[in-house]
């Protein structure tokens, strides 16, 4: 059967095969080649640009028309007849209008609306039903054993109903809170926070991501917690800060059970009313620990930490991160002793109490180089120094380095793998607060 000719007929541009093979394209003949040579009249170029002008013309018509411009595969006399039966024919570019919202909706469309406030309540009302699961995901981290136990404890000592198991000490000025309200089932029922909110829940002034508040003493800022090198350290160490004292924390035992027994020992007011009621209750906690098999006042932990600490930083604990002794890779010291630090940073407490940006300024040229060669180290591997840097500055306090901190402690705790502590970080210098109401949920 002959083959259809090709519409392009010799002049067909096409060079596939299976083109060649399905349409006929007749030869161009010598003399017709030497004619067109030698023709002053219309010459080849005159010849394509009119083709060319004649092809734009056709398939511009067949754009108005909705009709898809025919390609050399799709001969002309089979275009309008496949394009007629596309799902695609006659379909004309609409203008979209956006639907009316009241300004309060903002970018949320009122029908979908109440399914994603749904969603969110039934995924909050399951976490709620899972303490453990609710903590990991509202705060980040995972407690220890003894976080439980204190709680177990509570809970027998006030079996007759008239006390609640986070009021158990509050006879001694003490209170669970932070991630006790949560076994508490005070987060239950409540309007839902932004993420940065339940990050900030009791977190004093000068906590570090490091450090999780489990109890306050009422009225004060002296504060018990768990100190976790990394976020994933489950058996994390126990320490204790006052606010109100600055920076200065100080790890008391290796269990919540050491940081109870210090607060009776050494925090506790001790009046004739209480003085036998202190005596009694630790009575009970060493029988009961002894019973469980918590063993009180172990220092293994913090012999072994004590091992791992790269700097001493400002807040006396000490940081601990991957180190490489044998080849000194993971740390290097600041190139300005503590005292210098301590001598450049005090500029900045003052530069919180005023809006002069030349004194700002100035007191950047003295700590630039410090940052400077901390982010070298960070080149080199030595990241250690730059959240020594990033916690010493967090433990000045001041605000108008909030912004440099946030940087130092990003590149510390990303190159670490600390990304848990990135979080908790960032929401704390967006709102740090130096009062000691800190519970959230005080208005709900």
Same mark, same amino acid.
């Given at each position: ?5 090709? #519409? ?24 017709? !080649? ?11 170029? *005159? ?11 056709? &398939? ?8 898809r ?30 639907? @009316? ?34 903590? @990991? ?28 198991? +986070? ?35 009791? #977190?004093?002034?000068?906590d ?7 109890? !306050? ?17 489950? &058996? ?12 200065e ?5 290796e ?7 210090h607060?009776? +020992?050494?925090i ?34 913090q ?6 600490? !790269?700097?001493?930083t ?12 044998? *080849?000194?890779?993971g ?9 210098n ?28 180089? !410090?940052?400077?060669?901390? &982010? ?25 380095l909030? +912004?440099?901190?946030? *940087? ?9 793998? #600390? ?8 929401s ?14 005080? &208005?709900d």
């Amino acid at each position: 059967m002959d083959k259809p000719e090709c #519409r392009y007929g010799a002049d067909c541009y096409q060079t596939n095969r299976a083109h060649k093979d399905k349409y006929a394209h007749p030869s161009k003949s010598t003399n017709d !080649v030497s004619t067109m040579e030698a023709s002053s009249v219309q010459p080849t170029d *005159s010849l394509v640009n009119k083709r060319t002008a004649e092809e734009s013309e056709r &398939n511009l018509e067949d754009i108005k028309r909705c009709k898809r411009p025919p390609t050399p595969e799709r001969d002309v006399h089979n275009a309008e007849e496949e394009d007629a039966s596309s799902e695609y024919h006659g379909i004309s570019r609409q203008r979209y209008t956006l639907p @009316k919202l009241p300004m309060s909706v903002g970018m949320m469309s009122d029908l979908y609306d109440p399914q994603i406030e749904y969603s969110k309540q039934a995924e909050y009302k399951e976490l709620c039903d899972d303490p453990r699961n609710f903590i @990991k995901h509202k705060f980040l981290v995972e407690m220890a054993l003894c976080f439980d136990n204190l709680w177990m404890f509570c809970t027998e000592q006030c079996v007759n109903g008239n006390v609640k198991p +986070e009021d158990v000490f509050l006879q001694f000025g003490l209170k669970l809170v932070g991630p006790y309200d949560v076994l508490a089932g005070k987060f239950k029922d409540v309007k839902i926070h932004e993420p940065g909110d339940y990050l900030r829940h009791w #977190r004093f002034y000068y906590d570090p991501p490091e450090f999780q508040t489990v109890m !306050v003493q009422k009225g004060t800022g002296v504060h018990y917690g768990y100190w976790r090198d990394s976020p994933d350290d489950v &058996n994390g160490l126990v320490a204790f800060n006052d606010a109100k004292k600055r920076c200065e924390f100080k790890i008391v035992g290796e269990n919540i059970f050491d940081g109870l027994m210090h607060y009776l +020992e050494h925090i506790a007011t001790v009046t004739p009313f209480n003085k036998i009621k202190i005596i009694e209750m630790k009575k009970h906690i060493n029988a009961w620990t002894l019973k469980q098999g918590i063993c009180l006042k172990a220092d293994i932990k913090q012999k072994a930490r004590s091992k791992l600490i !790269v700097c001493k930083t400002f807040h006396k604990v000490g940081l601990v991160v991957p180190y490489d002794r044998k *080849s000194n890779v993971g740390y290097r010291p600041l190139m300005e002793s503590d005292a210098n630090l301590r001598s450049i940073l005090s500029k900045f407490d003052l530069l919180d109490r005023s809006s002069d940006n030349n004194k700002y300024q100035e007191a950047m040229k003295e700590l630039q180089p !410090v940052i400077t060669a901390a &982010n070298l180290a960070v080149d080199e591997c030595d990241f250690g120094t730059i959240l020594e840097l990033a916690i010493d500055l967090f433990c000045s306090g001041a605000q108008c380095l909030s +912004e440099v901190m946030k *940087s130092l402690f990003f590149t510390g705790y990303s190159m670490a793998k #600390r990304p848990q502590y990135i979080a908790i970080i960032k929401s704390h210098l967006d709102k740090r607060n130096e009062g000691i109401g800190l519970d959230l949920l005080a &208005n709900d």
